[in-house]
């Protein structure tokens, strides 16, 4: 059985150079963890430039800013879920859970309070 390939040159050029932004961003990521900064003012300045660096994109775009779409459930449950097209199961929600009480369970053995 023969199947229909498509080539997509600009997709394809985008996809290789989010593969390349990915591997600079986790090497950078890798290797300012080595300098033991706190792992949240790593966070808060990768976001505050991510920020930055995409408010251009989003004023050539002309894109609008409704803070009240967010209320919505539906938007509300997206962002939530990621909007990854999955269906939210039991076990979906359960291994969030799991994954969250992980996440506070290994904070709370590194760092004192």
């Not at 879920?81 to 076990?91: G, S």
Request: aromatic share 12%.
């Amino acid at each position: 059985m023969r199947k229909n390939m498509q080539l997509n040159p600009l997709g394809d050029g985008l996809a290789f150079l989010e593969m390349i932004s990915w591997g600079c961003y986790s090497a950078l990521i890798k290797k300012i963890g080595e300098w033991e900064y706190p792992i949240v003012a790593v966070t808060r300045r990768v976001y505050f430039y991510g920020i930055l660096f995409l408010i251009p994109v989003l004023i050539q775009q002309k894109a609008s800013w409704k803070p009240e779409i967010l209320m919505k459930p539906e938007v509300l449950a997206n962002f939530l879920f990621l909007v990854l097209h999955e269906k939210m199961t039991m076990a979906s929600v359960a291994g969030a859970a799991l994954i969250f009480i992980g996440l506070v369970i290994s904070r709370k053995k590194t760092v004192s309070f």
